[in-house]
């Protein structure tokens, strides 16, 4: 056999062994890193430190209507945004907490499973009673112009799939934000706060 058809041979041999090893490693790669999904907080309002709400309150020498609470609800409207191109993602339950200044869990609500498409966004609009707050303290704070903290956390197990592929295993999502609120009773950035998760992380953006 000539040097040059023994060439020939090997390239023909090797140059799809290589490219079937290039797309194995691709496709692994791809199926393993996730940039999202992307969580946004666009509202977080506490009717208890509502001024406006309080001068409603009838007032008579028997009470004192600063230490008298009105609502101790917290609602919350919150963003999933699919940021992976051609990934669709199925979430499990979502569960978020939510705490006061990080001293203890003061609600809790579970966002049922769902499926999102990639490049999709879903809202989630919820109302969770609180407990163990601190109202009085909160409410000297934010009548003196001064704001109060809630945290919220966010932990979930969701999986990715890539179009006609399979779901992958599932991944632990923990994403947490300071919320600062006012006397509005509204967080007081006043803007959508965003945070990306990726494997157990996040970044504020």
Known sequence: MKLSECCCLCYCIYAPISACIVITICLTVDNNYYAGPLCCIKEFYVPALDLSSRDKI????NSNKNNTVINPSLFF??????????HSIRYGDV????????????????????DQ????????????ESRGVPWENALKAVLNGSTVVFRVDLAARPKF??????YSKKKDVRIGADVEVDGTGLNSEGEERGYSARLGCFTAL
């Open 77 to 86: 409207d919150l963003s999933f945004h699919n940021i992976e191109f051609e």
């Open 58 to 61: 009838p007032y008579n020498n």
């Open 117 to 128: 498409e990639w490049l999709e966004t879903d809202y989630r609009r919820e109302v969770v």
């Open 95 to 114: 569960n978020i907490t939510i705490s006061y200044d990080r001293n203890g869990t003061i609600a809790s609500y579970v966002v049922p499973s769902f």
């Open 161 to 166: 799939k890539r179009q006609f592929g399979k």
